[in-house]
Every structure is written in C-alpha cells, then in structure tokens.
C-alpha cells in the first residue's frame, strides 16, 4: 500500500485554531514555540494543525490577516524544528461536525459551498508552494452518510480549483459517520495520484470515551479497564453508546480485547487502499484522560501496531487538554514510552 511518507507519525494542534473561543488570547498562548519544540523532541515527523473558518473569514466572508498570521507562524515554527504539517480546515461556513457550533445548511446551499471553495483557492494561493512538506485536508468529520454523494461532489470540485494553484500538494478527503473508517468504502475514486483517504478511529468507542459527557447515552461515571472481555465490552455498549455501537457479536464472548479487533477493523479500508493506490491516513486516535495511564497506553500499544503492520499514518488527538491530551500531567509516568507508539 502507498505510505505517506513524511507524515507517518504526528499528534494534534487540537484547541488552538479550532474548536475554542477565538480570542487573541487564546491564539497567542495556548500554543507556543517551545511546544513545537516539544514535539519534535518526541521524535515525530508532523502535526495536524486543525483551523476554524472564523481564524480568517469574517462572518461577510472577508479574509483576515492577523488570521492567516497565525498559520504562518505554525509553518515556520514547523520548518524551524524538522515538522511537517496536515492543514485541517476542521470547521466551514455552514458545516461543523459539532452540533454546538450552531452551523447548518453548508451541504444544502451551493453559496455556502462556494465560499468553501473560495476559501481553500485562497489557502492553496498562500501555501500550495510548501508541498514537500504540508497537506491540505479539505473537511473535518462528515456527519450523516446522507451528504455522502453530496460530499464526493463537493470535494472532487474543491480539488479541481485547488489544483489550478497547487498541482502538486497531497490533499486528504474523509468520508461520513465522523470519518468513520466503514465509509471509506464510499469516496469518489481518487481525483489523482497525489490524493490520500483519512479516517479517524475512537474505538472502541465505549472504552475511549468513557464518561465522556457529550457522549449521547454514556452514564459520565462509567469507567471500565482495556482488558476486558467482548462479552463485557458489548454490554457497557448498550448501556452507555445510544449510537455508534460497534457489532462485536462475531467474536469469542469471553476473550479479552486483543489486536484482532483492530486487525478486522482496517481490513477493508487497506484493501480499498490497494485497489485505488491510495495511502491510508488516521487524522485522530486517543484515549480520554479519564481512562487510567496504564489502560491508555495498553489501547496505544494494540492500534499502532496495527497502524505499523499496514503502513498507515497517523495524528494522535491531541497535543494538549481537549480531554486527551498527551502532554498532561496524568500521563507522565507512561509519555516516554507512550511517545515511541505515536
């Protein structure tokens, strides 16, 4: 399978340009140079820097400069330290994977889609020369798989004129369900050879997210252990995942969880990967930080040897707080192992 090379191992900005309260404040601290020195300390090869529309658009859809400042400041922090960088547009005028940010209509109205177009022209306009080491990804998390068509027309659009400005730059394209990896299946054939599938992978859901309160169904005081039983996983499914739920039902009730899970899990998406000549790209995977250090870095040990197994890239969630953080205090006594797995 194709590997993205130069951007096999890498962790999540999550928080600084997207999903916060876009403050200048926030912009200028949350994130600092020595953090990008900190990560290429770990040995990693690139980061996934998510940004908001709201960063440069203002609500008319004007552009800022003090916006696009802040993306170049992260390029060239980048550059400085050895890093590669993932350009995430993880939120568009219209569109958000979270309900909370209130935007709607993005998939139903072609003005809102044109401005997403606009948008990227003006991002492959600033940075498509940097493609020896940065790629776009053009959309955070599709939600409902009804946008799926929808989607794989909006996308292949935005590539074209992307590629009037930037013929070269590798561009990522997730599907539906959250970037679920059953829906990479469904994406348009490549557009060209410079183009990569990204998934995102939380699962088993239950276990990554325990207690999570935007969780639809989970009980906020649910934990559970790594090395627990299919069995037990499938109740604490019903119990606490109103969707989601992954069928466990074909394996051994009372087996612990093992990398054979993971193994069936990518299956199909690396088999899709060969037959389209694309490379694999995991955008998001982690551990909340309400499961224990030691079942975190048990979760950890199981998905990256997959991920090495089939050649897939990879960007944990996240860096820094977002509930999965991997620079928190709690995580101390398993980062130095912990960082060797990303």
Same mark, same amino acid.
């Given at each position: 399978?194709?590997?993205?090379?130069?951007?096999?191992?890498?962790?999540?900005?999550?928080?600084?340009?997207?999903?916060?309260?876009?403050?200048?404040?926030?912009?200028?601290?949350? #994130?600092?140079?020595?953090? #990008?020195?900190?990560?290429?300390?770990?040995?990693?090869?690139?980061?996934?820097?998510?940004?908001?529309?709201?960063?440069?658009?203002?609500?008319?859809?004007?552009?800022?400069?003090?916006?696009? /400042?802040?993306?170049?400041?992260?390029?060239?922090?980048?550059?400085?330290?050895?890093?590669?960088?993932?350009?995430?547009?993880?939120?568009?005028?219209?569109?958000?994977?979270?309900?909370?940010? %209130?935007?709607?209509?993005?998939?139903?109205?072609?003005?809102?889609?044109?401005?997403?177009?606009?948008?990227?022209? %003006?991002?492959? @306009?600033?940075?498509?020369?940097?493609?020896?080491?940065?790629?776009?990804?053009?959309?955070?998390?599709?939600?409902?798989?009804?946008?799926?068509?929808?989607?794989?027309?909006?996308?292949?659009?935005?590539?074209?004129?992307?590629?009037?400005?930037?013929?070269?730059?590798? #561009?990522?394209?997730?599907?539906?369900?959250?970037? /679920?990896?059953?829906?990479?299946?469904?994406?348009?054939?490549?557009?060209?050879?410079?183009?990569?599938?990204?998934?995102?992978?939380? %699962?088993?859901?239950?276990?990554?997210?325990?207690?999570?309160?935007?969780?639809?169904?989970?009980?906020?005081?649910?934990?559970?252990?790594?090395? @627990?039983?299919?069995?037990?996983?499938?109740?604490?499914?019903?119990?606490?995942?109103?969707?989601? @739920?992954?069928?466990?039902?074909?394996?051994?009730?009372?087996?612990?969880?093992?990398?054979?899970?993971?193994?069936?899990?990518?299956?199909?998406?690396?088999?899709?990967?060969?037959?389209?000549?694309?490379?694999?790209?995991?955008?998001?995977?982690?551990?909340?930080?309400?499961?224990?250090?030691?079942?975190?870095?048990?979760?950890?040990?199981?998905?990256?040897?997959?991920?090495?197994?089939?050649?897939?890239?990879?960007?944990?969630?996240?860096?820094?707080?977002?509930?999965?953080?991997? @620079?928190?205090?709690?995580?101390?006594?398993?980062?130095?192992?912990?960082?060797?797995?990303?």
């Amino acid at each position: 399978m194709k590997k993205l090379t130069g951007f096999m191992h890498g962790i999540n900005l999550g928080g600084w340009l997207s999903q916060c309260d876009h403050t200048k404040e926030r912009y200028d601290t949350f #994130i600092v140079e020595d953090d #990008i020195k900190v990560i290429a300390g770990w040995g990693l090869d690139h980061v996934r820097l998510p940004i908001d529309y709201d960063l440069v658009e203002t609500d008319e859809g004007n552009y800022m400069e003090e916006g696009f /400042a802040y993306i170049d400041k992260a390029i060239s922090w980048c550059e400085k330290y050895g890093l590669n960088m993932i350009l995430d547009l993880h939120k568009t005028y219209g569109f958000s994977f979270d309900k909370g940010e %209130e935007e709607s209509g993005f998939f139903e109205n072609e003005k809102y889609q044109e401005r997403f177009y606009r948008l990227w022209e %003006e991002l492959a @306009s600033r940075y498509g020369r940097l493609s020896d080491r940065l790629c776009f990804e053009l959309l955070n998390e599709v939600t409902d798989k009804d946008y799926c068509d929808t989607w794989n027309h909006i996308s292949a659009e935005c590539i074209r004129r992307i590629r009037a400005v930037a013929p070269d730059i590798k #561009i990522l394209i997730g599907s539906y369900w959250n970037n /679920a990896i059953d829906g990479l299946k469904d994406l348009a054939a490549p557009y060209d050879d410079k183009i990569v599938y990204n998934f995102h992978c939380y %699962e088993p859901l239950v276990f990554t997210h325990q207690g999570g309160p935007w969780v639809e169904g989970m009980d906020t005081s649910f934990r559970m252990p790594m090395d @627990s039983t299919y069995g037990e996983y499938e109740k604490y499914n019903k119990a606490n995942l109103t969707q989601y @739920s992954a069928d466990l039902s074909s394996y051994d009730k009372d087996a612990v969880m093992g990398i054979e899970y993971f193994e069936n899990l990518v299956e199909e998406a690396v088999k899709v990967a060969e037959e389209r000549d694309v490379a694999l790209y995991c955008g998001e995977y982690g551990v909340i930080d309400l499961a224990t250090p030691e079942d975190t870095l048990k979760w950890y040990k199981l998905i990256t040897s997959c991920f090495e197994k089939h050649g897939i890239a990879r960007s944990a969630w996240t860096y820094k707080e977002m509930d999965f953080g991997v @620079s928190s205090e709690k995580l101390s006594g398993i980062r130095e192992e912990l960082v060797k797995l990303l």
